[in-house]
């Protein structure tokens, strides 16, 4: 950009950028491990926290009203989209409207659809999941959206999890037991 005038336009956006790269960095040094789940796409939680509006948008479309705000309690975070998915599961739409919907890139499309997806880690508490106690179920494994790939059930009828799963919390909400044997936790966390 040495040697090329900028235009009105070509200034201020320049600008906008370096803003918000320095906001991204000031935010990066106080923001430690995202502890929300965020919906697909997310970009990286100081980035996304620096891009979101606020505006609502993806909630208001996602069809299974999964995407939820953050009230006023949350700080910085305030107002940004979280998925609560002990309550409420991500139905991996096939065209991510809420990704669509997103106006300032806070949410991307991933290159490959789904497979690039990973929106949280599922846990299995061995305690409470009556497969452990002998007790024949596999509900989590049939209601999985991806498949044996993301979840499975071993050769004793254990569901075990597997590198495929993108978090999507329907087998926690799908879950027989109460509370549910399966949980979600957000991304380095």
Not at 45 to 66: K, M, N, Q
Not at 156 to 181: L, N, W, Y
């Amino acid at each position: 950009m040495a040697d090329t005038p900028l235009d009105r336009r070509g200034f201020f956006s320049h600008g906008l950028s370096r803003l918000l790269g320095q906001v991204v960095d000031a935010v990066s040094e106080r923001v430690s491990p995202v502890p929300y789940i965020r919906p697909p796409g997310a970009i990286a939680e100081p980035a996304f926290l620096a891009a979101c509006t606020r505006c609502r948008e993806c909630g208001a479309v996602c069809p299974a009203l999964a995407i939820r705000m953050l009230p006023a309690t949350h700080g910085i975070a305030t107002g940004t989209p979280v998925l609560e998915v002990d309550d409420r599961a991500c139905i991996m739409c096939a065209d991510m409207p809420c990704v669509t919907a997103c106006p300032t890139g806070a949410l991307l499309a991933p290159q490959k659809g789904w497979a690039d997806v990973k929106m949280a880690v599922i846990d299995v508490d061995d305690r409470r999941c009556i497969a452990y106690q002998g007790i024949e179920c596999g509900v989590c494994a049939r209601v999985c959206p991806v498949g044996d790939s993301a979840i499975a059930i071993d050769e004793k009828g254990r569901p075990v999890i597997g590198a495929d799963c993108t978090g999507c919390g329907k087998c926690v909400t799908a879950c027989v037991t109460t509370p549910s044997a399966m949980s979600a936790r957000p991304l380095r966390s």
